[in-house]
């Protein structure tokens, strides 16, 4: 009877040893998943932030780089305009006004070149942060920014190589204070004339005109392939708030 009780005893003891090992397991599996879920709150919470001030920073900066292509197509079809205009005076070069003429020359010494601000885009892409977006679609059109602004580089670069093949032959023909047409107020008139007759005459003027007209048209062409993604990214980029 006494060896019965003693083993009942032990029993009981045994199982409230293992309702208190359950306990402290369920215990311990309670505070897994509640610190689980913090941090996962906090996790999400901080995306959130990211997200949201990555879109800011992109609207931003995506808005400045519209304006800035604005800018350049604007001086560009200003360029193409006085390339166009000499040509015509070329025809007829015993016919001109000599304001008009550097007027035109002036324009077509000017040299406008588009540099994205990609600064923000880059960060995004590399730290992985571009793929809290929710639009696939948005996501494509960026990723195909870096390519389009590469194409324009390439234009840009063709410009400049021509840039500099015209001005050395301007340099021939006519004085700067003469092409510096915007700038005319601010200095003396030049001592020595130009001879712009002798320019309106030489047939390698008119070659490199018809050649800066043709860069300046693959150029707009860029930009205006360029514009249009920037506008639809903005465009993206608002709905996404």
Known sequence: MLNFLRKLRQKNVKGKYVKY???EIFLVVI????????????????????????????????????????????????????????????????????????????????LWSYDAQNGVL???????????LKSDSLKNLMFGWEGLTNDLKEEQTRLNDDFVRVNTLLEKYIQIGDAIYYY?????????KSDFSGLLRDPTFEDMLFNKGIYLLDQLEELETLRKRNILIVKFLKKEN
């Open 21 to 23: 090992a359950l306990g």
């Open 31 to 110: 505070g897994i998943l509640i610190a689980l879920s913090i941090n996962g709150l906090n996790q999400r919470l901080k995306n959130k932030n990211t997200y949201e001030r990555m879109v800011t920073n992109l609207v931003s900066e995506f808005s400045a780089n519209l304006e800035q292509i604005e800018t350049v197509k604007r001086n560009q079809k200003a360029s193409l305009q006085a390339s166009n205009q000499l040509i015509h005076l070329m025809s007829q070069p015993a016919v001109y006004e000599i304001d008009s003429l550097t007027k035109w020359i002036g324009y077509l010494g000017n």
């Open 122 to 132: 880059k960060n995004v892409m590399s730290s992985g942060d571009i793929h809290l």
């Open 184 to 192: 005319r107020d601010r200095f003396p008139k030049s001592s020595f």
